[in-house]
T-cell receptor, first 111, second 116 residues
Framework: EDQVTQSPEALRLQEGESSSLNCSYT??????LFWYRQDPGKGPEFLFT?????EEKEKERLKATLTKKESFRHITAPKPEDSATYLC????????????WGLGTSLAVNP | DAGVIQSPRHEVTEMGQEVTLRCKPI?????LFWYRQTMMRGLELLIY????????DSGMPEDRFSAKMPNASFSTLKIQPSEPRDSAVYFC??????????????FGPGTRLLVL
């Protein structure tokens, strides 16, 4: 069964304190791994997609890498405005558009 | 582009009443998704459409839920009769055709439903 597990559930950082969020997945052939950000009261906002093991992508203070079993999202020198819930989802290689979602990591960055 | 538009943004109703949620996808997108989000279960896919045709409705909880897409720019999710356990945030998302931008889903702001 396709499954996504995110850890930790919650993370509190001081401004400037770097850390990583983890997304572990089990899927029957990976078509893509998606990272989203969700602010309270809003819909998930797309960040980036990773397609193959070894791939890396960066956006401002965020950097995501992909291995065959998991993706790490590193946040470097975070700012309070990075506080949000970060969601990971995977799409399997079947001919469909379904995404399997993790429960997310709630990140709080204190000034 | 205005993005995915959902209405209403908030809905409070009493158990047994009919609830209709509405969605307008991004112009040019031919996939439309309905999700439900709760703290316990996270994001759950209810149903998705391609070119106005339902492709997978295996996530629809039961017969009280129904979804339609009469044209490329409008979809509804209906709950009849509503129950307190249906209280959640309902999101609509849309996605472009295959080969354009690889299958990213873009979400609307959601409808917060509370059934008393």
């Amino acid at each position: 069964e396709d499954q996504v597990t995110q850890s930790p559930e919650a993370l509190r950082l001081q401004e400037g304190e770097s850390s990583s969020l983890n997304c572990s997945y089990t899927v029957s052939g990976l078509r893509g791994l998606f990272w989203y950000r969700q602010d309270p009261g809003k819909g998930p906002e797309f960040l980036f997609t990773l397609y193959s093991a070894g791939e890396e992508k960066e956006k401002e203070r965020l950097k995501a890498t992909l291995t065959k079993k998991e993706s790490f999202r590193h946040i470097t020198a975070p700012k309070p405005e990075d506080s949000a819930t970060y969601l990971c989802a995977v799409q399997n290689a079947g001919n469909n558009r379904k995404l399997i979602w993790g429960l997310g990591t709630s990140l709080a960055v204190n000034p | 582009d205005a993005g995915v538009i959902q209405s209403p943004r908030h809905e409070v109703t009493e158990m047994g009443q009919e609830v209709t949620l509405r969605c307008k996808p991004i112009s040019g997108h031919d996939y439309l998704f309905w999700y439900r989000q709760t703290m316990m279960r996270g994001l759950e896919l209810l149903i998705y459409f391609n070119n106005n045709v339902p492709i997978d409705d295996s996530g629809m909880p039961e017969d009280r839920f129904s979804a339609k897409m009469p044209n490329a720019s409008f979809s509804t999710l209906k709950i009849q009769p509503s129950e307190p356990r249906d209280s959640a945030v309902y999101f609509c998302a849309s996605s472009p055709p295959r080969g354009v931008v690889r299958e990213t889903q873009y979400f609307g702001p959601g409808t917060r439903l509370l059934v008393l």
